[in-house]
């Protein structure tokens, strides 16, 4: 299946998790060129998990990460029909780290 496809299917019930699937997709194909996510990327993945009421009271709490780590496996469930087993760890393990880490994204750069 074609990862267009994919989303599209996904984006009838949730555009969000449509959006962050399809970047993340995106990112783990490219082969992680870059050893952090673009912004957008991670932006697209935040929004999902703000969606879905993951991110408890904003502190990023243990409970917090725990919940918004969960959440972000919805992401990599509705991968499977695109992405290998490897590419599925590679992937739930960037979205741990965005879990953690709202802000986890390559910086811009500033020149």
């Given at each position: 299946m074609k990862t267009e496809d994919?989303?599209?299917i996904i984006a009838r019930q949730d555009p969000l998790l449509a959006n962050a699937?399809?970047?993340?997709?995106?990112?783990?194909?490219e082969g992680m060129k870059t050893p952090y996510p673009t912004k957008e990327?991670?932006?697209a993945?935040?929004?999902?998990?703000h969606s879905v009421h993951a991110d408890g009271d904003g502190t990023m709490s243990?409970?917090?990460i725990a919940?918004?780590?969960?959440?972000?496996q919805r992401i990599t469930i509705s991968s499977i029909r695109v992405l290998?087993?490897?590419q599925?760890?590679?992937l739930q393990d960037v979205l741990n780290h965005i879990a953690a880490d709202r802000e986890y994204h390559m910086p811009e750069d500033k020149a």
């Amino acid at each position: 299946m074609k990862t267009e496809d994919l989303t599209e299917i996904i984006a009838r019930q949730d555009p969000l998790l449509a959006n962050a699937v399809s970047k993340m997709v995106g990112y783990i194909r490219e082969g992680m060129k870059t050893p952090y996510p673009t912004k957008e990327q991670t932006e697209a993945v935040n929004a999902y998990l703000h969606s879905v009421h993951a991110d408890g009271d904003g502190t990023m709490s243990e409970r917090d990460i725990a919940c918004r780590r969960i959440a972000s496996q919805r992401i990599t469930i509705s991968s499977i029909r695109v992405l290998d087993n490897d590419q599925l760890n590679r992937l739930q393990d960037v979205l741990n780290h965005i879990a953690a880490d709202r802000e986890y994204h390559m910086p811009e750069d500033k020149a």
